[in-house]
């Protein structure tokens, strides 16, 4: 089974340049989720996509990132204008189903894509 | 709030010692995950383990063994006679179940460097 792809991998921008990052989850898992990892932190939870709907984006700085997920399969996330504080790895991770309560869904990661942005 | 504090930055220490990494956490929920994730110098996650918060069960895996105490609110790491190849950064996360799916809060991190 493939696990969850990323590209780039890397990227290296300017302050108030835009850039884009593209997710492809496993195969039929229908949550999607994209974190933020600064350097010397954990992961930072952005914004949860059930299918193509958006579950939770309470921490996504929303005046310069974005993210959609049209077709309920690949996702976007998008910074525009960068700033400096965005330097960091992006992860995106997958999980199974919208299940039942108690059902857990574990998590895949995919490998990230680290920006830096000068 | 949920909260996952790993109070210990970095450790060092020479192969074949063991070595234990620290997890404290907080949340309000009844029912919960708790997880550890290893992040080597190629940067992906790697699931080492997962338990649920109504199991309070140690659990023994090879050189590797988890210690969860919910009275204290810990979820402790132990790594038995240490390898180089143990050397990275790993995370201790807590998940909250949201309408079936989870979210996960992670700690900052302990980064391990193990000397040979």
């Known amino acids: 089974e493939a696990g969850v792809a990323q590209s780039p991998r890397y990227k290296i921008i300017e302050k108030r340049q835009s850039v884009a990052f593209w997710c492809n989850p496993i195969s039929g898992h229908a949550t999607l989720y994209w974190y933020q990892q600064i350097l010397g932190q954990g992961p930072k939870l952005l914004i949860q996509?059930?299918?193509?709907?958006?579950?939770?984006d309470s921490q996504l700085p929303k005046d310069r990132f974005s993210a959609e997920r049209l077709k309920g399969v690949d996702s976007t996330l998008k910074i525009q204008p960068a700033k400096l504080e965005d330097s960091a790895v992006y992860l995106c991770a997958s999980s199974l189903h919208w299940g039942a309560s108690g059902v857990y869904n574990e998590q895949f990661f995919g490998p990230g894509t680290r920006l830096t942005v000068l | 709030a949920q909260k996952v504090t790993q109070a210990q930055t970095e450790i060092s220490v020479v192969e074949k010692e063991d070595v234990t990494l620290d997890c404290v956490y907080e949340t309000r929920d009844t029912t919960y995950y708790l997880f550890w994730y290893k992040q080597p110098p190629s940067g992906e996650l790697v699931f080492l383990i997962r338990?649920?918060?109504?199991?309070?069960q140690n659990e023994i895996s090879g050189r590797y063994s988890w210690n969860f105490q919910k009275s204290t609110s810990s979820f402790n790491f132990t790594i038995t006679a240490s390898q180089v190849v143990d050397s990275a950064v790993y995370f201790c996360?807590?998940?909250?179940?949201?309408?079936?799916?989870?979210?996960?809060?992670f700690g900052q991190g302990t980064r391990l460097t193990i000397n040979p």
């Open positions: 338990r649920n918060s109504f199991d309070e």
């Open positions: 996360a807590l998940s909250e179940e949201d309408r079936g799916a989870q979210k996960l809060v």
């Open positions: 996509f059930q299918n193509n709907g958006v579950v939770d």
